[in-house]
């Protein structure tokens, strides 16, 4: 990796900011950032001390606008800012970083030339210095830059061997009470909604009476024994795992995958999603685990406990909120990435499902960095998520394979 001279901070300031956030695992997600506002104070010569107070007051307040309660952007030089994101990662935390760039140049500049958007990767902390790599704005922006934020939709996904995803999609098996259930696996994008780029890649399990075609909703696996949702979570979990080796590349969108919260609570469950990934630290890198069978009796310190537990492990804990059933004290407590809320659980009444996500966005404001909504079933779903204050949402998805199970 090439290092130069301009990219060399300090590595303890750097240290300091990251140990004040809770440590360094975000460096291997591409979510630390630094901008550079060196070309305002070439421009402004010997007026640049009298002038960067008002240059520092401008860039806090963009940053205030851009960043989530639980991002964190400080300043490490007179005129580089660290930007660390926990609600976004890779493009979408560097299209973020971009953005604010821009805005600070265009209202001190008037203009945001090319050669003055200077942001850089922090890569890694080796001794007294600081590792970026040099981002390149243009391509930011090409990849990330959309009319609509559904455009972002349209970003293609890892490859994967068809052959074993016939394998594993659907998944069949009968229940202790032999009841035969289907897996049909669907992967949905999660868009970062201000900015319309992929942020995520989310497994999207639909469950199915076998007998009857009734799709059994995750608000109804109360009902299930703990055997039965350790099967449904396994089986989720080696799907993913076809998509895990291409989502480990530092900057890709992490992979997003939901279980359950009584599996996840026992030590056996937690060794499985351990072993979905290659690695501990590629797994720490690019999985994250989305709880989906909280309700208003889970125990609030339980819930702290486990998503403690999880954050060892993996990226990031979001928690599916069910309407009418959340304890949100609880979730703000357990300090969460980000919350859920699955559009299949509003009915089918778009202007009924609409008035619901606006209702959520209000309620659940302020309690996690990344607010979510998937299963969208109309891009206008998606305009108003951003409107309810969502940061993401994502487009409901076909089976990823339609065939007939492999015998």
């Not at 259930?181 to 201000?194: G, P, S």
């Not at 690019?286 to 492990?313: C, H, Q, Y």
């Not at 909120?321 to 559009?343: C, E, I, S, Y």
Request: net charge neutral; aromatic share 4%.
């Amino acid at each position: 990796m090439n290092t130069s001279a301009a990219d060399r901070l300090s590595a303890a300031d750097v240290s300091a900011v990251l140990e004040r956030f809770g440590g360094h695992d975000l460096l291997a997600t591409g979510a630390v950032n630094i901008i550079s506002l060196a070309a305002i104070r070439d421009r402004a010569g010997e007026r640049w001390p009298r002038k960067r107070d008002d240059v520092w007051a401008y860039v806090d307040r963009r940053l205030a606008e851009h960043l989530t309660f639980q991002d964190l952007a400080q300043r490490v030089g007179e005129t580089d800012y660290l930007i660390a994101m926990t609600s976004e990662s890779g493009l979408a935390a560097q299209a973020v970083a971009v953005k604010v760039l821009e805005e600070v140049l265009m209202h001190f500049l008037g203009v945001a030339e090319p050669r003055d958007l200077s942001v850089r990767a922090v890569t890694a902390l080796a001794g007294d210095e600081v590792l970026c790599a040099p981002l390149d704005p243009a391509a930011i922006r090409s990849r990330g830059a959309a009319p609509a934020p559904v455009a972002a939709t349209a970003a293609p996904r890892p490859a994967v061997d068809p052959a074993e995803e016939k394998r594993r999609n659907p998944y069949i098996f009968s229940t202790a009470a032999g009841l035969p259930l289907r897996i049909d696996f669907a992967v949905e994008t999660v868009v970062a909604l201000r900015l319309g780029v992929t942020a995520a890649l989310r497994i999207e399990p639909t469950v199915t009476d076998s007998r009857t075609g009734q799709v059994i909703p995750t608000r109804a696996f109360a009902r299930l024994s703990d055997l039965d949702l350790s099967i449904i979570d396994q089986a989720v979990l080696d799907y993913a795992a076809l998509y895990l080796p291409d989502i480990t590349a530092r900057g890709r969108p992490a992979l997003v995958v939901p279980m359950s919260f009584r599996t996840l609570g026992s030590s056996k469950g937690r060794q499985a999603l351990m072993a979905c990934g290659d690695s501990p630290e590629r797994l720490k890198a690019s999985l994250m685990v989305e709880l989906i069978d909280l309700d208003a009796g889970t125990p609030a310190g339980r819930l702290i406990e486990v998503a403690g537990l999880l954050k060892t492990i993996c990226r990031g804990v979001f928690a599916r909120v069910q309407p009418g059933a959340a304890n949100f004290a609880a979730l703000k407590d357990a300090r969460l990435m980000g919350l859920t809320l699955d559009a299949g659980d509003l009915g089918p009444d778009p202007s009924r499902v609409a008035a619901q996500i606006l209702s959520f966005g209000k309620l659940v404001r302020g309690l996690a960095p990344a607010i979510s909504v998937h299963g969208l079933s109309s891009e206008v779903l998606l305009a108003v998520a951003e409107t309810a204050g969502l940061t993401h949402g994502a487009l409901r998805a076909p089976p990823a394979t339609a065939q007939r199970p492999a015998a």
